[in-house]
């Protein structure tokens, strides 16, 4: 998980949730200090988190919820979940998720 803009979106839900969030290129320094010679980073794209990600959660949401129904533990991790996506939706030009790949030195 990356910022791609650090400012303007909710960063302590960010930093609560992902703490190794953080920007590209700290990333790939990162990486480099691991001993790996960067060869490619890429953003996954939108329709990635939107239908292959959020839009299949939504029917798992709720058949969990039915399964564990009275369960507050539950009932919170799927609002939690839920608020995720809605901060996706406010906020995805500023963060997401990177690939990096790297050849080791």
Do not use: S
Not at 60 to 76: I, P, R
């Amino acid at each position: 998980m990356v910022y791609r803009r650090a400012t303007g979106c909710d960063g302590k839900f960010w930093m609560d949730t992902y703490p190794e969030i953080d920007t590209i290129p700290n990333k790939v320094e990162q990486m480099q200090k691991a001993g790996y010679i960067p060869v490619a980073t890429f953003i996954l794209p939108e329709n990635c988190w939107i239908e292959h990600f959020y839009t299949p959660r939504v029917t798992a949401e709720e058949d969990f919820l039915k399964k564990h129904a009275g369960n507050q533990v539950d009932k919170d991790f799927i609002a939690n979940q839920r608020h995720e996506k809605q901060l996706y939706l406010k906020y995805k030009a500023f963060y997401g998720y990177v690939f990096d790949i790297g050849k080791k030195i």
